[in-house]
């Protein structure tokens, strides 16, 4: 009889604890969606075959729009989807500094993040995933014939921080840094009469504040 009412105590407390669980799992909201201005700020440097020298890539400012998906109150994964343009120029080679037009970057980001706090008005969290950028319409230059990047894979690190203005909207400081490379082939056979070859470190810290809001 002992070990009957030890079974149903036992069992009436797994279901309570089941139950209390799926009420504490109820109480946060499963998505959230970000709308934000981002400074991208290459971290950059160069190893340039034949010409030697370095590179230089300008900051872009963007709008970026994000997408956040809680598995618990405090896991959650956010995908970032933004575009930015930026000048290159290869500086202080053997021909000088070498303006090579603008390339357009496409860096989809899936991060994992672990949420601080939950409940309170001040919300920090952590991230870490997954970068592969994309670069597209490259714009030569006055010099280039053509200027090609390689498509990238590479980690992204995450700091943030929201901040609650009522039960669903709030606002977002986000701080992201990405480990980012890409192998780049210049044609410059009409002016330079050699095809330079270049291993690019662009590591990117993006600087993101703005507006989300909870569903």
Not at 17 to 28: F, I, M, P, S
Not at 74 to 103: F, P
Request: no cysteine.
């Amino acid at each position: 009889m002992r070990k009957i009412i030890l079974s149903v105590l036992t069992l009436l407390l797994t279901v309570s604890l089941v139950n209390a669980q799926e009420e504490t799992e109820k109480d946060y909201s499963k998505w959230q969606v970000r709308l934000r201005g981002l400074a991208v700020i290459p971290n950059e440097s160069a190893t340039i075959d034949v010409i030697g020298g370095d590179v230089d890539i300008e900051t872009a400012f963007i709008p970026e729009l994000d997408f956040t998906y809680f598995f618990t109150k405090n896991w959650a994964a956010e995908l970032i989807l933004g575009t930015s343009n930026h000048d290159v120029k290869a500086i202080s080679t053997a021909a000088g500094d070498i303006e090579l037009g603008d390339v357009w970057l496409l860096p989809p980001t899936l991060t994992l993040q672990y949420h601080f706090l939950h409940g309170e008005s001040v919300r920090p969290y952590l991230g870490a995933g997954l970068n592969y950028t994309i670069f597209y319409d490259e714009n030569n230059g006055p010099v280039a014939d053509k200027v090609s990047y390689e498509n990238s894979l590479g980690y992204a690190f995450q700091f943030g921080i929201d901040f609650d203005l009522d039960n669903k909207w709030f606002i977002n400081l986000d701080y992201k840094y990405i480990l980012l490379d890409t192998d780049v082939t210049v044609d410059a056979t009409t002016a330079l009469g050699a095809t330079v070859g270049a291993d690019v470190e662009i590591n990117p810290a993006i600087i993101g504040v703005g507006f989300g809001r909870r569903f």
